[in-house]
């Protein structure tokens, strides 16, 4: 059982072996994926956007299609806005504004920075579209200079095996104490695998060998909770997902007139009538604001295009 030494301490007393347990098993085996092979930042920063919200077995297929498309960071600083928002509609890949993001962070990179990548999760977060989480991931994967990433999967392990509150500055500060000084690459991969295959919401402790039974608190007592994780929406239907078909058919035509959009958005468009015009113009009206869509006066008829 684990043993609380303080506010921010919930680490068994012989945290080595806690340690070199997980990377020994992570080590031994693990997923293969193509991003886990390579320390290139542009190639990673690609996989960890694409991976927000998406299964990775999905992600691998579209990752493999977009560096194909742009091999390198100064291929998307030089392609066109409307191009990568494009693929990222047809390959299903959820917002289209982390698309708008890492096509500003790819400028950001070679106009600003003059192709120089920042090495820290501090200088990473000033690219456009880089958050915390993202910028510690791609710090570790790419220059093992990262802090501990702490995703939902990282936080089901600590709550479930070190009795870690469900409360973010705790999960913070556990995560950074467990983390062995200096291997932030192998660690973090280490970590979010181990609630990838084994700590899943239904854990699978013994089929995964985990390595962290024999101090872990759930393992013991049977108590397999875990914190309270935000559902995602429903996507079949959604606003989100007509946005999306927005973008994919403006991808294919260089303009469209409202009523020549709106039945190639969805097969029920009547100018008139609930998902008419005013709710079309509602849709276009968002994504203008996101910078993804330009809306013109042709002769008193809103015409619709992808911005450049």
Not at 21 to 45: G, S, T
Not at 102 to 109: C, K, P, S, T, Y
Not at 184 to 196: F, H, P, T
């Amino acid at each position: 059982m684990s043993e609380q030494a303080g506010d921010d301490d919930f680490l068994p007393d012989d945290l080595e072996a806690v340690q070199d347990a997980l990377v020994e098993w992570y080590e031994a085996d693990h997923r293969d994926y193509p991003w886990r092979r390579i320390d290139d930042p542009y190639e990673i920063l690609v996989s960890e956007v694409m991976s927000q919200q998406t299964q990775l077995d999905r992600v691998v297929s579209a990752w493999e299609d977009f560096l194909e498309r742009w091999p390198a960071v100064e291929d998307l600083a030089a392609a066109e806005r409307g191009e990568v928002v494009g693929f990222w509609t047809d390959h299903s890949l959820g917002y289209n504004n982390r698309a708008k993001y890492l096509h500003e962070a790819a400028r950001q990179v070679t106009e600003d920075r003059d192709g120089q990548w920042p090495t820290d999760p501090d200088g990473l977060s000033e690219l456009m579209g880089v958050g915390p989480y993202t910028a510690n991931a791609v710090a570790s994967f790419a220059f093992n200079n990262g802090n501990a990433v702490v995703d939902t999967n990282v936080k089901r392990v600590l709550y479930r095996a070190f009795d870690v509150p469900d409360d973010d500055d705790d999960f913070e500060a556990t995560a950074q104490r467990l983390m062995p000084a200096g291997r932030s690459e192998v660690w973090n991969n280490a970590i979010m695998e181990l609630g990838g295959v084994a700590c899943e919401k239904t854990p699978d402790c013994d089929g995964a060998q985990c390595p962290w039974r024999e101090w872990c608190s759930a393992y013991q007592s049977g108590d397999f909770t875990a914190p309270d994780v935000p559902t995602q929406p429903e996507f079949e239907g959604s606003r989100r997902q007509f946005r999306g078909r927005v973008i994919s058919v403006l991808n294919e035509y260089d303009e469209l007139a409202l009523d020549e959009l709106g039945p190639r958005v969805r097969v029920d468009y009547a100018p008139d009538g609930e998902y008419g015009r005013e709710w079309l113009r509602g849709l276009l009206s968002d994504l203008a604001d996101d910078e993804l869509v330009a809306v013109t006066d042709d002769g008193g008829e809103p015409v619709a295009s992808l911005r450049s």
